[in-house]
């Protein structure tokens, strides 16, 4: 994919005045990447609505360029960072080359290695010419990312790729330049297009496809159940997972990147903190269900980060499940900051707690207060 240049948002909140001229990547399909930096600086002070223009770039013969909001685009997203792609207008103040069909993906860019994209966020298809702007909401909560590794030395960067689709563009002189891998949207598009599927998955009643050769290659549990055995087409029957959870799996297996819950809604994308936590828990169980390392430490982040006086119960039971002794600790260094441990869980929680944790921890938990 090609480079569509760099935006730079400065400390002062502002685009950097050396980044003001456009580039064009001279192809159907380029990234631009926006850097923030000095963020703690400018952490609260645009009001929720207000955001940061990134220079104009030019990917498939048309300009564009991207709204970045650090305190959410309205109040339904206040607390999170929004990010737009949108259609410039021309000198006439029309938008330009109607029908306009494209795609964007924003992701964050892991800024130790400069290689991977996370945190990858997708929409279908839109037509530019009837809505010339791709709202993300909820990229990500504030709280999470500053606890995230995509937040270093007070910076981070997010990555917007843009595919406009049916254009004819070669790029005379292109860019020498090794752009970061692009392998997990590849994967991604993969995973949605079903190109090349020969298994299929029944998740309550829901219907997946996928490549046994991927699953296998990053689970072993898959590579055991999908055996010889197993007739190619054939369809798998998968129990005790949410179909949203096992599509969240499956994300992970294909991007080995963090997915986000999927709603049907975009206005109720910042969706209940509850749900989202529910959701959490239920996606550690399933990372431990199928041996996937490095998502059980990456839902281990968000959890930690999401640990308050209403969630620790349920936390500390997924952690005693999903054999997470980090995440238990976290749990109980919460509690012994609270002077009562009623204070913290009701009784029923406790007998929860009682019956799915081994004694040890329970009796280390009941220890910390005088019941």
């Not at 009001?47 to 109040?75: A, M, Q």
């Not at 563009?169 to 020498?176: L, M, S």
């Not at 900051?337 to 040890?360: D, I, N, R, Y």
Request: one cysteine or more.
């Amino acid at each position: 994919m090609a480079f569509a240049g760099v935006s730079l948002v400065g400390g002062d909140g502002k685009l950097c005045t050396s980044t003001v001229s456009p580039i064009d990547c001279g192809a159907a399909s380029g990234y631009h990447l926006l850097v923030v930096e000095g963020y703690s600086r400018t952490r609260d002070t645009p009001p929720t609505g207000e955001y940061i223009r990134s220079r104009t770039f030019l990917v498939g013969g048309h300009r564009w360029y991207l709204k970045y909001y650090p305190n959410g685009c309205d109040s339904k997203c206040a607390g999170c960072i929004s990010v737009s792609l949108n259609l410039e207008d021309d000198a006439d103040g029309d938008k330009q080359a109607r029908p306009l069909n494209a795609r964007a993906t924003f992701s964050f860019i892991d800024q130790f290695q400069w290689l991977e994209s996370v945190d990858i966020h997708d929409r279908q298809i839109q037509d530019f010419s009837v809505d010339a702007e791709m709202l993300f909401g909820n990229l990500m909560k504030r709280e999470i990312m500053e606890r995230s590794a995509h937040l270093k030395d007070d910076s981070f960067v997010i990555r917007c790729d843009v595919v406009v689709v049916g254009a004819d563009i070669t790029a005379d002189g292109a860019d020498n330049q090794v752009p970061p891998t692009d392998m997990s949207i590849h994967f991604r598009n993969l995973l949605l297009t079903k190109e090349g599927a020969d298994v299929m998955f029944e998740v309550n009643g829901t219907m997946f496809t996928a490549h046994r050769c991927v699953l296998a290659a990053r689970s072993t549990v898959f590579k055991a159940q999908l055996s010889d055995s197993v007739l190619e087409g054939a369809t798998v029957k998968i129990t005790n997972i949410d179909a949203d959870v096992f599509d969240a799996l499956l994300c992970f297996i294909y991007t080995d990147t963090m997915p986000i819950p999927k709603t049907d809604n975009m206005e109720e994308e910042i969706g209940e903190e509850d749900e989202d936590i529910s959701w959490l828990l239920q996606l550690i169980e399933a990372a431990d269900r199928y041996e996937l390392l490095r998502l059980k430490l990456m839902c281990q982040e968000l959890l930690v980060a999401s640990i308050s006086l209403s969630t620790v119960a349920d936390i500390i039971v997924a952690a005693q499940r999903s054999r997470c002794s980090w995440l238990k600790e976290q749990c109980l260094e919460f509690i012994k900051s609270h002077t009562s441990l009623l204070k913290v869980f009701t009784g029923e929680e406790v007998q929860e707690m009682a019956g799915t944790c081994s004694p040890s921890i329970l009796n280390k938990l009941l220890s910390q207060f005088a019941l």
